[in-house]
């Protein structure tokens, strides 16, 4: 009904910067908050930051100033910027959407399926 496609984790170094994108497609009439999560080994899943579909955002107090969550709505893809990575950002890091379908059966929150992001020297 709906699939994400998430991309751009991998491993840097401290200080260093990774952009991750999410891609949405299927049976979507539109999208209301877009967001990103992650879970540490050990963690609980956690929110990063979410926009709606009006462009407000919300960050997690431990990325402000570093992160930056853009969409486009025209692609129904959501972005996440990640400056000065620290070793303590290392996790899995998860898109959601909360997508209204072309049908209701198609309404709902979407997971994507992870991306691994490490900082490490």
């Known amino acids: 009904q709906v699939r994400l496609v998430e991309s751009g984790g991998g491993l840097v170094q401290p200080g260093g910067s990774l952009r991750l994108s999410c891609a949405a497609s299927g049976s979507i009439f539109s999208i209301n908050t877009m967001g990103w999560y992650r879970q540490a080994p050990g963690k609980t899943r956690e929110l990063v930051a979410d926009?709606?579909?009006?462009?407000?955002?919300n960050y997690a107090d431990s990325v402000k100033g570093r992160f930056t969550i853009s969409r486009d709505n025209a692609k129904e893809t959501v972005t996440l910027q990640m400056n000065s990575l620290k070793p303590e950002d290392t996790a899995v890091y998860y898109c959601?959407?909360?997508?209204?379908?072309?049908?209701?059966?198609?309404?709902?929150?979407?997971w994507g399926k992870g991306t691994q992001v490490t900082v490490s020297a």
């Open positions: 926009i709606n579909s009006g462009g407000s955002t």
């Open positions: 959601k959407v909360d997508v209204i379908g072309r049908t209701r059966f198609s309404t709902g929150d979407y």
